[in-house]
């Protein structure tokens, strides 16, 4: 499709050129890449029918709008503009998926780096045989020292 200047723009559309600027400036209308153009099938999406063919279209593009083929003609220019911006839609979404699952893998990679070595667990028989080694301390303690501790009592 040819690119239009503002003032084409809103004679094409039949509008005036402030009614493009707040459209532009909404985000209702886009600009071809940053400027101040505008792509016809923008304004055929915005604004519907062209009143006006503009003058730096192709010979295909310059029947009048009143035909009866001109409705049809714009469907299909709106088709191919959605489908466009719908495979430009998916390609991002696959990128911006890959890009998160990279930064979920990475994440992952340093949760595992930063997390402490396990430590192994102490088995129940290694408490058991400290009690009763200490028990069996306790009892000869007391059997060793029984006459004091009997003095100690008295």
Known sequence: MSLLSITKAAHAAGVSRRTIQRSIQSGRLSTATGERTIDT???LRVFGPLRHAPSDTPASM???VATNDAP????TMLVEV???QLQQAQQEKARLL?????EQQARRELETKLLPAPRPAQTGKVRAW?????LAAVAFAGW???AAILAALA
């Open 82 to 84: 959605l489908r466009d």
């Open 144 to 146: 060793w020292f029984r």
């Open 130 to 134: 400290a009690l009763v080694g200490l």
């Open 41 to 43: 099938t923008e304004l």
């Open 72 to 75: 049809n003609d714009t469907l």
């Open 62 to 64: 310059s029947r009048p």
């Open 98 to 102: 890959a890009m998160l699952e990279a």
